[in-house]
């Protein structure tokens, strides 16, 4: 029950972290008004914060093979997205003392940082595979409709389906969950003996729900989140 508890806690002081980061993020994620981003990039674009995504004015499009190996690099290596991903998470683990063999100085954050940085390069390959295999779009697509709640639904609605080759037909994210859970379940076997490892990837799977739903969230209203700080700039100096 304390390891339950201290997990739980884990996962909401990352949520609360990235909440604080996500509007600094968005600032800097935002293309320039001299360098705007052109629709061919747009189609491959990954934010630090909440990974891979498509415009609202972007066509959706199935990715090939070369393309989904592109994405993957990017997510997963290339762009700074899963460093910061890992750190926060670290941070969370180094607070709760997560696992308690591993303790609370240098050598346990260092060793925490590297098992989180390779729970989630682990994560990151299963479920590309698993999309890869299944052909269903790995991306976040923006909402094309209009309102906070309509947006809100597409967002928490978009960590549990995805759509399928066709671009049209909805999907359940199996891959998505069995990368977390596989991810959970190997990471518990390089952590100190005696782990229960169906319970380390239930945990990798739980934390998918809710940082997803947090990360699709932040990437539905960045380009909201964007204009109202470049609104506020010239009245702050």
Known sequence: MRRSGGSAFSVSLVCILVAVFSVRCCAQDAPSPTQPATKSNQSLDVNWLYGAYVAKDVELKPLNGQQRFKLYLRQTFTTPGIYAKTVLFTIGDQIDNSPPEWGTGFGGFAKRLGSREGQFVVQNSFTALGDALLRYEP????????????????????????????????????????????????????????????????????TQVAFGCLANWVGEFAPDITRKLRKKKPESR
């Open 139 to 206: 991306r976040y697509d923006r909402c094309k409709c209009s309102g906070f709640w309509p947006r809100t639904g597409h967002a928490l609605a978009r960590n549990f389906v995805t759509y399928n080759r066709t671009e049209k037909e909805m999907r359940p994210r199996l891959p998505l969950y069995a990368g977390a859970f596989g991810a959970g379940v190997v990471a518990g076997t390089w952590k100190p003996a005696n782990r229960d490892l169906l319970a380390e990837g239930y945990r990798g799977a739980i």
